[in-house]
């Protein structure tokens, strides 16, 4: 009996050391998680970010190759001004994501966000051979917080024609209301995405760009991570569908302006 008295105290200290042991090693993970949870969120910064710097660097560049041309120099920096406020609002808008907050979704139109994301990028797509259609009605609304979508678009748009240089081809932007919803599409006619990395395409830190690439010395692998975040925290969905030398749509699925 006295044995027995003696194995279970044992076995209880065992038991014991074994859940401090537990308890230390979840600290350890919840301190190794916020680290790295630290550097996704500086790399994702750090990829929005840029996305509105190297159009600003050209509006600045334009101004000082024509210093005679004052109507141009103007608008060269008031594109500055602009998207200098942009990137502040895109600033407060990762954080506010990645903080848990809740951001307040209003009624935009579809149509101007898009046109606002072209002038943003400050890219005449033509001179990389690229035609861009945009099918999307005048009236169309949808409910969302207005520079998350446009980053969402403009990190798709980006993409798109990554995939599609130095050829050339043709981007197209569709939205229709869809019973509650809106669907936007965005697709090209570039080089596609292999299935075995179809799976893997939403995943942090993976790329389909190569480290030759423009876009893949600049990227972090985080653009589409970032996208999911934001249609997610939008009550959507996106999905991609793809094949190799055919071309990309991604599809975004969101409650419309009209069903808040």
């Known amino acids: 009996m006295q044995q027995l008295i003696v194995k279970r ?3 209880n200290k065992e038991i014991n050391l074994q859940l401090q042991q537990n308890k230390e ?10 680290l790295a949870n630290l550097g996704t969120i500086s790399a994702i910064v750090a990829h929005e970010i840029n996305n509105i710097l190297m159009p600003l660097g050209n509006y600045a560049q334009v101004a000082l190759n024509n210093p005679q041309d004052s109507q141009l120099t103007q608008k060269a920096l008031q594109k500055t001004v602009h998207n200098s406020a942009r990137a502040a609002e895109i600033l407060e808008s990762i954080l506010a994501i990645v903080n848990g907050e809740a951001v307040e979704k209003r009624i935009c139109r579809l149509k101007q966000l898009v ?5 943003c990028i400050g890219r005449d797509f033509e001179k990389d051979k690229i035609k861009v259609r945009m099918e999307i009605s005048d009236g169309l609304d949808i409910l969302a917080v207005p520079v998350q979508l446009q980053q969402v678009l403009m990190n798709l748009i980006l993409n798109a024609r990554e ?12 939205a229709k209301r869809q019973d509650s919803t809106v ?18 395409i939403f995943e942090p830190f993976f790329s389909t760009k190569t480290p030759q690439s423009p876009a893949g010395r600049i990227g972090a692998g985080l653009g589409l991570v ?13 999905e991609v569908q793809s094949k190799p030398g055919t071309g990309t749509k ?11």
Request: hydrophobic fraction near 40%; proline fraction near 6%; charge should be negative.
């Open 183 to 200: 669907v936007i599409e965005v697709s090209d006619t570039g080089c596609g995405i292999e299935p075995r990395d179809m799976k893997k």
């Open 250 to 260: 991604f599809i975004i699925t969101l409650p419309d302006g009209e069903n808040p």
């Open 163 to 174: 995939a599609m240089m130095p050829a050339g081809g043709t981007l197209l932007i569709n």
């Open 25 to 34: 090693l979840q600290a350890r993970m919840a301190k190794l998680q916020t």
């Open 226 to 238: 970032f996208c999911k975040e934001i249609v997610n925290s939008h009550n959507g969905t996106i």
């Open 9 to 11: 105290r044992s076995l």
């Open 115 to 119: 046109e606002e994301v072209f002038s």
